[in-house]
């Protein structure tokens, strides 16, 4: 089985995808990551050197070699994977597909302190612009409503909301 946790940029994916692969014993992989292994540069540079669209092209490569090859794997997902069909299907089809729905109040407050490079991140002056951003979440969102799992990730510790992840993927029969 492989799970692969998709939501907004700081809902929690990566931190929570850890914990959870702890959990179940399975192994990690974090998207960004393993296409930055593969081609030396990373996601936010690809963006920034390539444009959006290449970063997707790479996540479908990555994605069906990943989907293809392995098992046992929690998934953590970029924000935007899914906003290239053919990624969604492939991630409908070939994994357990789970939205940390995470409140955006929570997401704004944790983009404000967002350490790393994030070149989506939309900012006006210098801070964050908190409409832009809204807006961005917004289009995004019926997208991630499509995922077969909605997981409503109100914690702020990422342990406690893998437990509760588990939790509720084993009551829904799907672990």
């Known amino acids: 089985m492989i799970i692969a946790l998709t939501g907004y940029m700081a809902t929690g ?3 929570v995808g850890k914990v959870l692969a702890d959990l179940t014993g399975f192994d990690f992989v974090d998207l960004d990551d393993f296409i930055e292994a593969f ?3 990373s996601s936010a540079a690809i963006i920034r050197k390539y444009g959006e669209r290449s970063l997707r092209v790479w996540e479908n490569k990555a994605l069906s070699e990943l989907l293809m090859e392995r098992d046992d794997l929690v998934l ?3 924000g935007g994977t899914i906003t290239e069909a053919f ?5 409908k089809n070939y994994a357990l597909l789970v939205f940390l729905d995470t409140p955006f109040t929570k997401i704004i407050a944790r983009l404000k302190e967002v350490r790393g490079d ?3 991140l939309i900012m006006k002056n210098g801070k964050l612009d908190e409409r832009a951003v809204e807006a961005h979440y917004r289009k995004r969102l019926p997208l991630y409503e ?3 799992v909605r997981f409503i990730n109100e ?3 990422p342990s406690e909301a893998a ?3 588990l939790e509720q993927l084993k009551k829904q029969s799907y672990v």
């Open 146 to 148: 499509q995922a077969h």
């Open 155 to 157: 914690e702020n510790d």
């Open 13 to 15: 994916k990566t931190a």
């Open 118 to 120: 994030r070149p989506m």
């Open 87 to 91: 990624n969604l299907h492939l991630l």
């Open 163 to 165: 437990k509760r992840l």
């Open 39 to 41: 081609t030396g540069i």
């Open 76 to 78: 953590a997902l970029g």
